[in-house]
């Protein structure tokens, strides 16, 4: 019989390798492009006169827009107002959500208990509740928090509670090897290795706090970024609209990078990604 041929090794390669590092340069360039083509799509469309300024005013004009809203119209309370909302909806949903989720992944009792709630509500639109929010807590601040702790708290607790339950249960073994009871599991074991997927869900869902604002605070806003959106909207402003819409991807560009920076001081021992 002829031998068979050994399989030929993969061809290096930089842009296609999987999970082999990537040049910090070639990273960047990317990241430029991924901002720049859009840039340059836009402005072909609307210098060139492809589509009516109207409907997608030019750079330079959303520009403009820009400068004028925050020197002349204090868009800078709108950002304070909407970044409180979204702070305060935000950490209330942390607050219940991450111990639920925990104990959710730890005990089957509590899974049994909170998983019906959690798993139908969590498909239900926050929208359908607006009416009775604002029954319930009428149309001050605390109704424009309320809509961002529905949106998020309950996504807070089953990705937590998935991340509990992929812990290796050869580590729950180990330690009880070692003579540790169940407070000991759950504080040094359980705790610690589901702080770094904690972090990462409270990154994921921080965006869905944002996306929530704009709903939120279509109740009887007089101020706040999506009030802005929403009379803007009411005249036609599309750069006005534009403007803020930027305001609040460079708001969650900023958070997402808080985020990474704070999941490698607090949990160097794990695994974080390149990007």
Do not use: C
């Amino acid at each position: 019989m002829k031998p068979r041929s050994p399989k030929p090794y993969l061809k290096p390669s930089i842009f296609w390798s999987i999970r082999q590092g990537f040049p910090y340069r070639l990273r960047i360039v990317l990241a430029i492009s991924a901002l720049a083509i859009p840039l340059v799509v836009w402005s072909i469309l609307s210098y060139g006169g492809w589509i009516s300024p109207m409907l997608l005013p030019t750079p330079t004009a959303v520009f403009s827009a820009g400068i004028q809203m925050f020197a002349q119209e204090n868009l800078w309370g709108d950002v304070v107002a909407s970044f409180l909302r979204v702070a305060a909806g935000f950490f209330a949903a942390a607050a219940v959500g991450i111990p639920i989720g925990i104990a959710m992944g730890t005990f089957y009792s509590m899974d049994s208990l909170f998983s019906p709630i959690v798993g139908t509500v969590r498909y239900m639109p926050v929208a359908a509740f607006i009416p009775l929010i604002i029954v319930w807590f009428g149309l001050g601040e605390s109704a424009k928090i309320v809509i961002i702790f529905l949106g998020i708290v309950f996504y807070n607790a089953i990705m937590i509670a998935d991340a509990v339950k992929f812990i290796p249960n050869e580590l729950l073994n180990a330690a009880y090897t070692l003579g540790a009871n169940r407070w000991h599991i759950l504080w040094r074991v359980i705790l610690p290795a589901s702080v770094p997927s904690i972090l990462d869900t409270l990154r994921v869902n921080i965006a869905g706090a944002w996306n929530f604002l704009v709903i939120s605070e279509l109740i009887a806003a007089d101020r706040g970024l999506g009030f802005r959106i929403a009379r803007a909207q009411r005249f036609v402003q599309t750069d006005r609209v534009l403007v803020t819409i930027v305001v609040i991807g460079a708001i969650g560009l900023l958070l997402d990078l808080a985020f990474k920076t704070l999941s490698k001081r607090v949990t160097p021992w794990a695994e974080h990604s390149q990007h």
